[in-house]
């Protein structure tokens, strides 16, 4: 077929809107979606069923038939996903090359790369047991449907360092219970403790609580360092759990709304933008809810995300002044643009909800629409 060339951006348009945009709203994206959901679950389960000698011997045949269907079903998804990368709004300053390139490295694109590999893999290696396994990974294709999961994996990322903290904790307490009951113990039991890899793998088990039980310590010392590992092996996961569990409480807190379009038509700052803009900043914008008398700035802290009332209103309190900001109005664009700390504190009056553009993003835009920029600016200039 004969595309023309101003038709193709207009069909990849469409294509990426229905791949990438509005899955809520469309139903051309919601049945692509509900088609490729089934897919991901029917492909596990007949690499599942595949496993089971009887059903392969009755059924090997279709089963692989229909493996192969959906492999070149979700390389059609992928060919056409990296296609669209240009349509993203946050890559569109890039070239059509880089920004599929950027877009190719994103974690979903990742995965859905990932979940080709095994027919390359049982292809390689046609009498391996252990490669119609890897199939079972497209099930991480559903990470793209569940909004929480995607929090999960940012939350896990934003947290690192205090999880890496965990990991480097947990292996100091089972070094040195292994060691200690490797000394105490290695004589007396040499089977299970006599050298320090038998020690770790019983201190890893009383830290996980997974077992151990199979080896009693037979001195008082020895049963005073296994209470002790136990109670360090409780800390040593509450840890970790505590982190990821406040972390996802706050980010769910963060999304409390969905952004839509007319909420953001509604903010006089972005009434007079096209439906085109208005559709991009629906997705870079973030919903939060703040109940009344929460801090959303502090005075003197690093700003780095601007915030526009969507309903509810906040109090902005400098050295010299105090000043009532309602629903349309928007705040902390000083710290922005002028990179210093924020210069006042703005607490909310009542339950009020913020769409949020992090810096980045408000960079960004008022590169791509002056006019918004010169407002803002204009703005500021008045508050300062
Ligand atoms: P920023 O300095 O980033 O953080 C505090 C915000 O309070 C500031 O940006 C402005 O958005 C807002 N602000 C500061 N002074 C005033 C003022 N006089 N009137 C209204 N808003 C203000």
């Given at each position: 077929?004969d595309?023309?060339p101003?038709?193709?951006?207009?069909?990849?348009?469409?294509?990426?809107?229905?791949?990438?945009h509005?899955?809520?709203?469309?139903?051309?994206?919601?049945?692509?979606?509900?088609?490729?959901?089934?897919?991901?679950?029917?492909?596990?389960?007949?690499?599942?069923?595949?496993?089971?000698?009887?059903?392969?011997?009755?059924h090997?045949?279709?089963?692989?038939?229909?493996?192969?269907?959906?492999?070149?079903?979700?390389?059609v998804e992928?060919?056409?996903?990296?296609?669209?990368?240009?349509?993203?709004?946050?890559?569109?300053?890039?070239?059509?090359?880089?920004?599929?390139l950027?877009?190719?490295?994103?974690p979903?694109?990742?995965?859905?790369a990932?979940?080709l590999l095994?027919?390359?893999?049982?292809?390689?290696?046609?009498?391996?047991?252990?490669?119609?396994?890897?199939?079972?990974?497209?099930?991480?294709?559903?990470?793209?449907?569940?909004p929480?999961l995607?929090?999960?994996?940012?939350?896990?990322?934003?947290?690192r360092?205090?999880?890496?903290?965990?990991?480097?904790?947990?292996?100091?307490?089972?070094?040195?219970?292994?060691?200690?009951?490797?000394a105490?113990?290695?004589?007396?039991q040499p089977?299970a403790?006599?050298?320090?890899?038998?020690?770790?793998?019983?201190?890893?088990?009383?830290?996980a609580?997974?077992?151990?039980?199979?080896?009693?310590?037979?001195t008082?010392?020895?049963?005073?360092?296994?209470?002790?590992?136990?109670?360090?092996?409780?800390?040593?996961?509450?840890?970790p759990?505590?982190?990821?569990g406040?972390?996802?409480?706050?980010?769910?807190?963060?999304?409390?709304f969905?952004?839509?379009?007319?909420?953001?038509?509604?903010?006089?700052?972005?009434s007079?933008?096209?439906?085109?803009?208005?559709?991009d900043?629906?997705?870079?914008?973030?919903?939060?809810?703040?109940?009344a008398?929460?801090?959303?700035?502090?005075?003197?802290?690093?700003?780095?995300?601007m915030?526009?009332?969507?309903?509810?209103?906040?109090?902005?309190?400098?050295?010299i002044?105090?000043?009532?900001?309602?629903?349309?109005?928007?705040?902390?664009?000083?710290?922005?643009?002028?990179?210093?700390?924020?210069?006042?504190?703005?607490?909310?009056l009542?339950?009020?909800?913020?769409?949020?553009?992090?810096?980045?993003?408000?960079?960004r835009?008022?590169?791509?629409?002056?006019?918004?920029?010169?407002?803002?600016?204009?703005?500021?200039?008045?508050?300062?």
């Open positions: 077929m595309v023309k101003e038709s193709r951006p207009i069909l990849r348009q469409r294509v990426f809107q229905i791949l990438e509005g899955r809520r709203r469309e139903p051309a994206s919601r049945v692509v979606d509900w088609i490729l959901i089934l897919l991901v679950l029917a492909n596990v389960a007949a690499a599942i069923a595949h496993t089971v000698p009887d059903i392969a011997a009755r090997g045949d279709s089963l692989q038939l229909f493996d192969r269907l959906c492999v070149l079903i979700f390389a992928y060919v056409a996903r990296i296609w669209t990368a240009p349509e993203h709004p946050l890559l569109g300053q890039h070239s059509p090359l880089g920004a599929r950027r877009f190719a490295t994103t979903l694109m990742i995965i859905d990932l979940a095994p027919l390359l893999l049982e292809l390689l290696f046609p009498y391996s047991a252990v490669a119609p396994l890897t199939r079972l990974v497209r099930f991480l294709k559903l990470a793209r449907y569940s929480a995607a929090t999960l994996g940012r939350l896990i990322a934003n947290e360092r205090a999880l890496l903290a965990c990991v480097i904790i947990f292996t100091g307490v089972l070094l040195a219970a292994a060691a200690a009951m490797h105490v113990e290695g004589k007396i089977e403790l006599g050298d320090m890899p038998r020690a770790m793998w019983w201190a890893a088990s009383m830290l609580k997974i077992g151990g039980g199979e080896i009693t310590p037979l008082p010392l020895g049963r005073i360092i296994a209470a002790v590992t136990v109670m360090l092996g409780i800390g040593c996961f509450a840890l759990v505590a982190i990821i406040r972390g996802f409480y706050e980010e769910i807190r963060r999304r409390d969905v952004v839509t379009f007319a909420m953001v038509a509604r903010v006089p700052l972005f007079r933008l096209d439906a085109a803009s208005i559709a900043l629906v997705a870079i914008l973030r919903a939060r809810t703040v109940p008398g929460t801090t959303i700035i502090r005075k003197g802290e690093r700003g780095n995300a915030y526009l009332i969507a309903s509810g209103g906040v109090e902005v309190e400098s050295a002044s105090k000043v009532r900001l309602e629903e349309g109005d928007f705040f902390g664009e000083m710290a922005l643009l002028s990179r210093e700390p924020r210069s006042a504190t703005v607490t909310a009542r339950a009020t909800d913020l769409l949020v553009l992090d810096a980045d993003d408000f960079l835009l008022v590169d791509r629409l002056p006019e918004i920029g010169t407002t803002v600016k204009a703005v500021a200039r008045e508050r300062a």
